[in-house]
């Protein structure tokens, strides 16, 4: 089912003011899990389009990462290869849950494929992932609300760190730290679409967009020579 994500980003001085908004806002949001570090491993192809996709503003977009939660490294023992498509703000998101993952500091590009070699993945989705490599590797810390309706879901992302993938370094990260900034994301079904502004009208501050990913990249990689020229 196609899924609404709208976002804003927030100063951290902002933290204390946007819990006490949460918990008083008139759709009654709730905790509904512990927080949890999500770790991600994002692809693109060598001319890097889907980064260009969406720093052009292209309504059709597309993300490729592997995605798993706790530790940074070790043995992943649920890593999940997800496809997502978005339209807009319209994104639709396709998983296939991949075997063990042993990743380690250096060489993560031949740890992440030999797993996806031993994933069975379907055909289309192998091809696919031979036009794409490793570019970027990112974690932050997640907390999680639910409306008292269920309808809608609120994410807040903060400490948030990004390595960069180079190809054939060794050793694998150039690293960045980004814990000025809390991102805040609203995600819900299309068939509740008509009940956002209800939702929205009292956020403090417009939701629009933001990529981590787009982050990530401008972070480590603008001047370098990994990224072509558009």
Known sequence: MARYERKLILPRSARSELNSFIRLHPARF???YRPRHINN????????????????GFSQRSKVRIRWYGD????????????????????I??????????????????????????????DEVLQLMTTMQPVLMNRYLREYWRSADGNYRLTVDSELH???????????????????????EMKYDSEFDSGAPDITQHFPVRLGKCSKYVMGIERLYRGYAEIPPD
């Open 72 to 91: 940074l490294f070790g043995e992943i023992a649920q890593p999940k290869l997800e496809l997502k498509g978005k339209s807009g703000v319209v994104g």
């Open 162 to 184: 990004f390595f960069a993938l180079k190809r054939f370094s060794g050793i694998a990260f150039q690293t960045r730290r980004d814990h000025r900034k809390v991102i805040v």
């Open 93 to 122: 998101k396709n998983n296939y849950v991949l075997p063990v993952l042993e990743l380690h500091e250096k060489h993560v590009e031949i740890h992440v494929a030999d797993c996806l070699k031993d994933a069975g993945l379907p």
């Open 41 to 56: 491993i994002y692809f693109d192809t060598p001319l890097f389009r889907n980064f260009f996709d969406s720093t052009e």
């Open 30 to 32: 709730s905790s509904i």
